[in-house]
């Protein structure tokens, strides 16, 4: 007695197997060039992005289009750390004792909203945040400017 099973679909062979093993090698094999390549390029845009960079901000250029459609822009964002030769301990311990700042602190402290509280800081005249003299030598804020593409 034959099953349903046994009805709708012919019995596997190694080959058929082998076959099949072989696309999935090849797939792979194929994905394994793409990450290559893609590795490659994205080690020169990195260099050409440095580049450009200093390019933009010595131009004093925000942004611009390009007939391919795409607008590169600076792209800046403030974070804020741990000064550098500070133990992240000593910085925790005055966000703690704080009024606005205990909140950024539970056993360590947050760096999404540390980050996010040092960019509502008031600004000096480099449009820099001022650190709180209580944090001062203790937390730094750092500007990260990369440059991005969208479409235009």
Known sequence: MTTDQE???????YGDITEAA???????????ELDR????AKGKAEKTEE????????????SLKLDMGLTIYLHRQIW???AEGQDK???????????????????????????AWVRELPRDEEDLPVIPVILS????????????????
Do not use: H
Not at 7 to 13: I, V
Not at 22 to 32: D, L, S
Not at 37 to 40: H, M, N, P
Not at 93 to 111: H, M, R, S, V
């Open 89 to 115: 301990s000593a910085l925790i311990e005055q966000l703690k004792i704080d009024d606005d700042t205990n909140f950024l602190i539970t056993e360590g402290y947050n760096a999404n909203k540390l980050a």
């Open 80 to 82: 804020g750390g741990v």
């Open 37 to 40: 390549q893609l590795a490659i």
């Open 22 to 32: 072989t696309a999935f090698g090849e797939q792979v094999m194929g994905i394994k």
């Open 51 to 62: 580049v450009l960079k200093g390019m933009m901000e010595e131009g004093c250029v925000k």
């Open 137 to 152: 030598g203790l937390l730094v804020s750092t500007e990260k400017v990369s440059v991005r593409a969208r479409k235009s």
């Open 7 to 13: 009805q709708l679909s012919p019995p596997l062979t």
